[in-house]
């Protein structure tokens, strides 16, 4: 991969894995929720 390719891809993986780790704890924080509210 060229450096300059890497950089951006870099860049792009520290917007994206935050939306990923949201996307995977979403459903616990609703579970959870549901179950402060029930």
């Known amino acids: 991969m060229a450096p300059k ?3 951006k891809y870099d860049k792009l993986r520290e917007v994206v894995r935050p ?3 949201d ?3 979403t459903p616990d924080i609703e579970g959870i ?4 509210l029930g």
């Open 23 to 25: 996307r995977i704890f």
């Open 5 to 7: 390719t890497r950089v």
């Open 33 to 36: 929720a549901r179950y402060l």
């Open 19 to 21: 939306i990923d780790e």
